[in-house]
């Protein structure tokens, strides 16, 4: 018998690598490096106002905060700064800037700028830098003034020959210059609402006719009497607080009352008395007399323990006086007196 011979087995081959790890690898090396690089462009461009966006129409697309402050400055601020020109027929004025109090607040302007120019996410930024995207985003105009200094108004009464004269509409024109101050060009000039008025009274009988006047100064905290328009007597007052000022304008003594009890306002403020009427005694603010000028408003005196308020904003619209202060005024004033608020 021949013998047979035996092959000998395969030899296995080694066996083969994956690639998937290396791609994976090299993929996440990638977005490593995007993500990188996204928010080192984006953190460049953290000074930067994205293209579209305006300033109370002016373009500060594409500035920094500093550009567009000096922008602000020359474009808005200093035609805003210009003196506003009130006319009214042969008579003109001017009301600069200063008189006014007027304020701009550039930097709070260019902030809101940016704050709109960073909206979104930082990939719709980045796309936006890159590809030219804008943003269409006006930022207001934030400006400030002085109302005390152009209401119009007067430090007392004054005694001038009767005459053809002209009234002018407060309110009309305080519109007009709230306008003006915050406009340019053109706008600044305000056409003084007025008409042509014949005296009612004749020089001779204006004393007769008002015996008594009060003329309240808010602002100086100070009360004014007038008898027979010569002034007599003046006195040291409280007014409203913020929110709830005293009315200003020209009104009328409508009743008057001797130790008064407190009708108390329907309103928030008053809490749990709300709509109650607190009678004469410890619990009611309103002591010895109230004289009413609009409404539930009115001039009234105070304990002495609130005297510390009397030279403040401290009460709910009336006028607050000591108590021998608003006994002699009461004294003076009968109902119908004029009382002009200013």
Same mark, same amino acid.
């Given at each position: 018998?021949?013998?047979?011979?035996?092959?000998?087995?395969?030899? #296995? &081959?080694?066996?083969?690598?994956?690639?998937? $790890?290396? !791609? =994976?690898?090299?993929? *996440?090396?990638?977005?490593? /490096?995007?993500?990188?690089?996204?928010?080192?462009?984006?953190?460049?461009?953290?000074?930067?106002?994205?293209?579209?966006?305006?300033?109370?129409?002016?373009?500060?697309?594409?500035?920094?905060?500093?550009?567009?402050?000096?922008?602000?400055?020359?474009?808005?601020?200093?035609?805003?700064?210009?003196?506003?020109?009130?006319?009214?027929?042969?008579?003109?004025?001017?009301?600069?800037?200063?008189?006014?109090?007027?304020?701009?607040?550039?930097?709070?302007?260019?902030?809101?700028?940016?704050?709109?120019?960073?909206?979104?996410?930082?990939?719709?930024?980045?796309?936006?830098?890159?590809?030219?995207?804008?943003?269409?985003?006006?930022?207001?105009?934030?400006?400030?003034?002085?109302?005390?200094?152009?209401? #119009? &108004?007067?430090?007392?009464?004054?005694?001038? $020959?009767? !005459? =053809?004269?002209?009234? *002018?509409?407060?309110?009309? /024109?305080?519109?007009?210059?709230?306008?003006?101050?915050?406009?340019?060009?053109?706008?600044?000039?305000?056409?003084?609402?007025?008409?042509?008025?014949?005296?009612?009274?004749?020089?001779?009988?204006?004393?007769?006719?008002?015996?008594?006047?009060?003329?309240?100064?808010?602002?100086?905290?100070?009360?004014?009497?007038?008898?027979?328009?010569?002034?007599?007597?003046?006195?040291?007052?409280?007014?409203?607080?913020?929110?709830?000022?005293?009315?200003?304008?020209?009104?009328?003594?409508?009743?008057?009352?001797?130790?008064?009890?407190?009708?108390?306002?329907?309103?928030?403020?008053?809490?749990?008395?709300?709509?109650?009427?607190?009678?004469?005694?410890?619990?009611?603010?309103?002591?010895?007399?109230?004289?009413?000028?609009?409404?539930?408003?009115?001039?009234?005196?105070?304990?002495?323990?609130?005297?510390?308020?009397?030279?403040?904003?401290?009460?709910?619209?009336?006028?607050?006086?000591?108590?021998?202060?608003?006994?002699?005024?009461?004294?003076?004033?009968?109902?119908?007196?004029?009382?002009?608020?200013?």
């Amino acid at each position: 018998m021949s013998a047979t011979a035996i092959a000998p087995p395969p030899v #296995p &081959s080694p066996p083969r690598r994956s690639r998937l $790890p290396i !791609v =994976v690898a090299i993929c *996440v090396g990638v977005v490593v /490096l995007l993500a990188a690089a996204m928010l080192i462009y984006d953190h460049s461009r953290r000074d930067q106002i994205a293209k579209g966006v305006t300033i109370d129409g002016v373009d500060v697309g594409g500035l920094s905060a500093t550009a567009a402050r000096t922008k602000i400055d020359r474009e808005l601020i200093a035609p805003l700064n210009q003196p506003v020109t009130l006319r009214s027929r042969a008579h003109r004025w001017r009301l600069t800037a200063r008189e006014a109090g007027l304020t701009v607040d550039a930097g709070n302007m260019v902030a809101q700028a940016l704050s709109a120019s960073r909206g979104g996410s930082i990939f719709s930024r980045t796309f936006r830098g890159l590809f030219g995207g804008s943003v269409d985003h006006d930022v207001p105009l934030v400006v400030s003034y002085s109302h005390k200094a152009v209401a #119009p &108004s007067a430090g007392g009464l004054n005694t001038v $020959p009767a !005459v =053809v004269g002209l009234t *002018v509409d407060n309110d009309r /024109l305080g519109g007009r210059i709230d306008h003006a101050l915050a406009s340019t060009g053109a706008a600044r000039n305000v056409s003084v609402p007025s008409h042509v008025v014949k005296p009612a009274v004749t020089t001779s009988e204006l004393a007769s006719k008002y015996p008594a006047y009060i003329v309240v100064n808010r602002s100086e905290f100070k009360l004014s009497f007038y008898d027979h328009l010569k002034l007599s007597k003046t006195y040291e007052i409280a007014v409203g607080m913020e929110g709830l000022e005293t009315p200003a304008g020209l009104h009328h003594i409508e009743w008057e009352q001797v130790n008064p009890p407190w009708y108390v306002p329907n309103k928030a403020w008053a809490g749990a008395l709300a709509g109650t009427v607190v009678p004469p005694g410890p619990g009611d603010p309103l002591k010895a007399r109230f004289m009413s000028f609009e409404g539930g408003a009115g001039i009234h005196g105070i304990d002495p323990s609130e005297y510390g308020t009397i030279g403040s904003d401290a009460s709910h619209g009336c006028i607050r006086m000591r108590i021998p202060d608003v006994i002699a005024l009461y004294s003076k004033s009968p109902v119908g007196t004029p009382v002009y608020i200013i």
